[in-house]
T-cell receptor
Framework: AQKVTQAQTEISVVEKEDVTLDCVYE???????LFWYKQPPSGELVFLIR??????QNEISGRYSWNFQKSTSSFNFTITASQVVDSAVYFC??????????FGTGTQLKVEL | ETGVTQTPRHLVMGMTNKKSLKCEQH?????MYWYKQSAKKPLELMFV???????ENNSVPSRFSPECPNSSHLFLHLHTLQPEDSALYLC?????????????FGPGTRLTVT
């Protein structure tokens, strides 16, 4: 069985602070994919990144960075110099064999002025 | 970005009504999905279609009936719903059903069953 745990239900930061969203996963598949999505108040989930299990290189995209560590089954997401527009619910998801994604319960990020 | 559109955005219906949710994707994808998002719960996959053929039915009650007439359109027909069916219903599409493809989501239909 697959499982994704996002232990942080809600995080509040002040603008310009750095914030890390945690994601821990469980799977027996040797080939799998990890995703992060952002859900702003408008409702639609916005795809941010996909990582496959054979690529542990960290990735940086502007103020966003991702740290994938197979040894700890974690795929954490850091926003540097957070902005109010980053306020949203962020979901981590896991896809193994088959065609089903397993989503975490999400982390609500609030960035205040 | 209007890659995946959903109508209506909001829907209030009584338990005896029949209504349909519509999803359209403009991305040339071959796979489409319906998800249910309830408060404080993970996203629940309901149905998966690949090239208009249903490939996944995640133990969804029969009061939800999907239809995929072509690879660009997906419907969710609703009848005799229960109040616990109130949720945000999200449609998504992807290039294929394998998990190496990211999914693109629509804005959702906020459904309230009274």
């Amino acid at each position: 069985a697959q499982k994704v745990t996002q232990a942080q239900t809600e995080i509040s930061v002040v603008e310009k602070e750095d914030v890390t969203l945690d994601c821990v996963y469980e799977t027996r598949d040797t080939t799998y994919y990890l995703f992060w999505y952002k859900q702003p108040p408008s409702g639609e989930l916005v795809f941010l990144i996909r990582r496959n299990s054979f690529d542990e290189q960290n990735e940086i995209s502007g103020r966003y960075s991702w740290n994938f560590q197979k040894s700890t089954s974690s795929f954490n997401f850091t926003i540097t110099a957070s902005q109010v527009v980053d306020s949203a619910v962020y979901f981590c998801a896991l896809g193994g064999g088959g065609n089903k994604l397993t989503f975490g319960t999400g982390t609500q990020l609030k960035v205040e002025l | 970005e209007t890659g995946v559109t959903q109508t209506p955005r909001h829907l209030v219906m009584g338990m005896t009504n029949k209504k349909s949710l519509k999803c359209e994707q403009h991305l040339g994808h071959n796979a489409m999905y319906w998800y249910k998002q309830s408060a404080k719960k993970p996203l629940e996959l309901m149905f998966v279609y690949s090239l208009e053929e249903r490939v996944e039915n995640n133990s969804v009650p029969s009061r939800f009936s999907p239809e995929c007439p072509n690879s660009s359109h997906l419907f969710l027909h609703l009848h005799t719903l229960q109040p616990e069916d109130s949720a945000l219903y999200l449609c998504a599409s992807s290039q294929g059903t394998a998990n190496r493809y990211e999914q693109y989501f629509g804005p959702g239909t906020r459904l309230t069953v009274t």
